[in-house]
């Protein structure tokens, strides 16, 4: 960790909270795909329940900085740490048990279309070979959580793309993982499902407080991030009380494959930068 | 060495000149070709160390044994009587003219079981199971499956791929098997009802003839062909990418690349195997 830049270190975040060692940290990290560099330089951490929101529109490298997260790709350049392992170099192997303890909820969702919901959601357990009735109640208590629960015996093929894209929440939140990863879950969706899929998001972190890294280039999910939170008397998402954000919710944001702004919801608003300035008007 | 260079079109447009592009193009043509050789070994020692190591899912390599194994039993049944009866018909025709057809049977049995039962085999199971493979495993890359699947923290190679490998060698050797007796079945009925000759005697030759050395040839060549069928159809599956347009290419490329090497390959193995049993 020595060798990481103050920005990743364990330290105070902008937003004043004292964290412990990050869950996952970026340090100088570069990738190229033929071509220009998709990711330049890139450094940032996450923090033990912090809830950090990647901004930026599309076709700025956003969802490869998800997949070199947990080892799905590999940087060309830097150093990635996941729950204190570096991984840059780590074999395919070792990667499979720490990837086991993030979850992760893909573009459109990338349910098994072979496999049932209930299969899709207990995959790992599956592999795992828990019994089938611990399969069973974990994969109703995680399709309750997500308001799904008469998918039980569905195949994907037959769910609306809102639904999909809850079925892989619960397929990600079954393990109760250390980390979560979202690669803009509510692209593509109207604004009510895209409500919907925020206010589980809301849910997850205000009641298990799993640190998560999101990716989104909608600017009114992100807000609606930072300015809610969950009322479990109400069992809904409900709006802070006039000038109160979420503190454990920052942001970051890409231009070009160049992370230009890291900070709190108050910072972003009052950045001077050009690029954040023209995203958020 | 002298290296190309720009060269300035009457429009004032630098463009390179057409034998450097045609260099160029040579270049990137060859690095690709050596690129993807390079690519396919690493697939391909990875998924045979893969077979003796466990996690073995023993679920999905029955199913695969079912859909490449029963699956394929027809075209291969179809394909066997076929060439048998082909094979009796062009025989009698040459054989009779040295008044040679009543070994029309030794002819059948020996260049199906040596030769024709697994090539024949090995092209029909690729035509069918290579594509799917690489369809169904480059559509799982595609639209992010393989991807979803590692970060559950499972192993597409031991989960996808392994199985097929092993589930193909296994099933070709017995569809070989079978291709062989319905060929020398279709040259028999050949034999019997259109060439008018005994059919006892054409059995007898056909079962004199063969030694332990044909059926060893016959037997050991459908290992090979199956692991390069499912190996290259599940390599060129894992590196779909472009979108549906990516997963047609990949399957043809599965295709033709399985049926090139097993044609090749049966080439080589022939000549060990003559090799190693020279009686032959």
Known sequence: MSDFPASVQPGPRPSGQETADPVAAFCNVSIAFDGPPVLENVSFSVAPGETRVLLGPAGVGKSVLLKLANGLLRPDEGRILLFGEEITHMPEEQLFALRARTGMVFQEGALFDSLSVRDNVAYQLIQQQVPDSEIDRRVRDALRFVELEETFDLFPSSLSGGMRRRVAIARAFIQSPELLLYDSPTGGLDPVTSTTIIELIVKERDVSHTPSLLVTHRLQDALALCNHRFDPEQGRMVPFPKGETDPSTTFLMLEEGRLIFDGSLHELVKSQNPFVREFLE | ?280
């Open chain 2, 1 to 280: 060495m002298r290296y190309p260079v720009l060269a300035t079109t009457l429009t004032g447009e630098r463009r390179w000149p057409a034998n450097a592009m045609a260099i160029q193009t040579i270049d990137k043509t060859a690095k690709n070709l050596v690129l993807t050789v390079q690519d396919y070994s690493l697939f391909a020692w990875r998924a045979f160390k893969n077979l003796y190591r466990p996690p073995i899912y023993w679920s999905e390599f029955l199913l695969q044994a079912d859909i490449i194994g029963f699956g394929s039993l027809s075209i291969v049944v179809l394909t066997g009587l076929s060439t048998g009866g082909v094979l009796a018909l062009q025989s009698a025709a040459t054989l009779s003219a040295f008044g040679a057809t009543a070994i029309t049977g030794q002819f059948v049995s020996l260049t199906m079981i040596r030769e024709l039962g697994p090539i024949l085999t090995g092209v029909m199971v690729s035509g069918r199971n290579a594509s799917s493979m690489a369809s169904e495993l480059g559509s799982m890359v595609v639209t992010e499956q393989i991807d979803a699947m590692r970060a559950l923290g499972v192993d597409p190679m031991r989960k996808l791929v392994t199985p097929r490998i092993a589930a193909t060698i296994t099933m070709l050797f017995f569809l070989t098997i079978v291709s062989d007796a319905c060929g020398i079945a279709g040259g028999g009925l050949v034999t019997v009802f259109m060439n008018h000759q005994n059919g006892t005697l054409y059995l007898d030759k056909a079962w004199e003839a063969l030694r332990y050395p044909d059926i060893i040839q016959g037997l050991v060549k459908p290992l090979f062909f199956g692991y390069i069928l499912s190996s290259i159809g599940c390599f060129y599956g894992m590196r779909t990418s472009g979108g549906t347009q990516g997963v047609g290419r990949s399957t043809i490329e599965a295709v033709v690349w399985s049926s090139v090497l097993i044609i090749f390959v049966d080439f080589l193995l022939t000549q060990v195997l003559l090799t190693l049993f020279p009686a032959l």
